[in-house]
DNA sequence: TATGAATGAGGTTTCATTCAT
DNA sequence: CATGAATGAAACCTCATTCAT
């Protein structure tokens, strides 16, 4: 199932390829701690979903919190390098904006796991990013893109001005993370019709509908 | 201790009030999952700070799950007896639905137990909220409620035709659910001047008005 | 194997007498900690040698490092008491002197687990003995008894003056815990010849006459 | 990066010396042993500390207890040689006696890891020392020394007949080792006025009238 | 109805030791 | 000679739950 070792001398199941082996153990681990949280997650249950022990887990990251907080830092580093793939500058800044909704809910919606880490760690208090260093710098830029863009909008004239950049973020980020992670008690007590597709499709446009308009120069 | 008369039916001679020992539990366990989770709860905690023992947990609930599930149902009650509150009927559309969202919103931030416990139940895929019966129904509520006020809005020509009750519904829930859950990680990453009071008082303004752009008559 | 339970119910292995338990635990685990020290000691064999389970170590002293602190603490308050049995108000000073030491010395003797976990602990470098309260104080009182003993030799002309109890206290633990504790190393290397018996009296002759040539009103 | 010319014998063109790894890892295990007990002792820890790494320790030493074995070797060969550097044969017999006293009492004080080495070695039984071939042999010597010395007091009426040398080192090992040893609990439950300094030197003295007070012809 | 003692299963972590290079 | 990765056995500790009174 994994294909791996280049290196061809032996042939048990070892593979003394360090990198590989801690990033098998933090793909199986992000998955495991977005199911079941932290205290509901198990390392003999990580330990085997991996090609190693759980020997190893320890190894490597010290405790089951130190692979948690590993798996936390992972999940926002690869969350902001995806936003930042949109290509704001070329484009017209309300297609831009919308984009960067469609997007980001799209993209939460595929990848629930990002999502569930955030509510997991909220149950926290946040704790475990606190004691991640480097990862509110890391964060900051989609602020300063999203700044860019309101001050380009505002520039043509599609924008109102006094838009808030954090503001806005807040509110994408709400429609995208609410979407994914509380929807289990949400379409169990208010069952939309449709397919779970349709029913995407239409949140998606609300959301997208709703950023638009409090963007806009239109009075409210 | 507690010197009480025996509540109506019984005449054992027994002085203790079995609801009051109920209620009390559910109490101290709400907040106590609201605090830790499901998996991080710990039923010696939660006895500890009770009025009464461990045994009484198990008399009363039949298990930890068992508590849990009790505990979400009171929050779901009480959430929805709480909104109803808002006298509707009588009142200007547009005024109606601001003060729906103001107080949505400020009632979670001043409640966040509840908010945190939907968070939770979500961790565990609403399994738990699926066993209690007959809740669903008692949902419903709600939606007939945005329902009335929508199609008085559109009658009085202030709102636009095609709000679906349930899209406005899941706004107002997502602004208010995620303002108060997710943060601990959002506040932390992306830090906003101000005292808490007057950020809260933003994020008030910030969905309200979102909102209302959102069901207003003008053109996207 | 132990008598017990006078309260006459049931008949499987429980004992529901608390006191019983936690001493029953005690006296195992002084055993074994002052057989194989306190990181090599082994919750489960001390476990296994009890009456009850793993389980209910950790119930009433909490961790390893707290049942090893309850089994100094219940060492030193033994020692000491035993200590005190000795009748010195109406002995002859040298009398009471010799007796003291001989005491000592025989006691440490036939009792060498109290000898063996005052070395683990300074191994340890009492760190453990610290956080027990009130030990200090109940230390005193052997100190205030010799100082009481050598006031009353020198009145009667038998012991010099400017006899320090504390010093006296240290020579005859000296001697009587290097006795017990470090025989092993030392029987091994000089072998003393003899029965184990004859030795022992070789000691306490040895130990008893230093001390009280030491506090005799001869000159060096 | 420690440049030196190859040790005599091979010529394979390495340039590290085995005798200097040796050495080093045994220097480093000296102190981590005798700070932390055999059972508390990690090879991890130790194999930090040095130059080399965990793999040499078990080419040199075979495992832990081997290399705690040779470390034991190691010290107790250290003392004995320390010891016979004081010259006996030119001295009065007293004024040797006291020098001896006070030279094992400093030197324990001074060089903590053997006593405490020692300490743990009884924890043990004894059995790795007797795993050591010739240790005995090796350490009889200052028997024999003292023997002589004990004559010489004897002969010039300086001693009183009938001191058996095993005895009188059994005294002086006391006094040294246990004030090294023992001296946390000690101190802790019997505090001395004074600096530590003062407290020694009054200890030393101590020690020596003692011994000397126990050679001296003086009666009893 | 109420309480503190007791339990077994399972969880996290540690450690001496060995292997591949 | 030397290194860092890997390992399995066993250690410590926790938890929901039940029993005796």
Redesign the interface.
């Known amino acids: 199932m994994v294909s791996r070792r280049k290196s061809g001398s032996g042939s048990s199941g070892r593979t003394n390829d360090p990198e590989r082996t801690r990033a098998n153990i933090l793909a199986v681990a992000s998955e495991h701690f977005a199911e079941?949280?932290?205290?509901?997650g198990r390392i003999d249950d990580i330990a085997t979903q991996t090609n190693t022990s759980k020997r190893m887990i320890y190894y490597y990251f010290g405790s089951k919190e130190g692979l948690y907080e590993a798996v936390l830092e992972r999940a926002?580093l690869e969350i902001r390098r995806v936003e930042l793939e949109i290509d704001i500058p070329n484009m017209d800044p309300t297609d831009a904006l919308r984009q960067i909704v469609h997007f980001t809910v799209d993209h939460q919606y595929s990848h629930p796991w990002f999502g569930?880490l955030?509510?997991?760690?909220?149950?926290h208090?946040?704790e475990y990013?606190?004691r991640i260093p480097g990862?509110?710098e890391h964060?900051?830029t989609i602020?300063q893109q999203l700044e860019t863009l309101i001050a380009k909008g505002v520039e043509q004239g599609q924008f109102r001005t006094g838009i808030?950049p954090?503001?806005l973020?807040?509110?994408i980020?709400?429609?995208a993370?609410?979407?994914v992670?509380?929807?289990?008690?949400?379409s169990?007590?208010?069952p939309?019709p449709g397919t779970p597709q349709e029913v995407q499709a239409?949140?998606r446009a609300?959301a997208t509908?709703?950023?638009?308009?409090?963007c806009?120069v239109?009075?409210?």
């Open positions: 079941h949280g932290l205290s509901g926002y569930r955030v509510a997991i760690e909220n149950i208090h946040g990013l606190k990862i509110r964060n900051a602020i808030d954090l503001s973020h807040w509110m980020s709400a429609f993370i609410f979407n992670v509380n929807d289990y008690t949400f169990y007590l208010f939309t239409q949140r609300l509908e709703a950023v638009l308009r409090w806009s239109q009075a409210a």
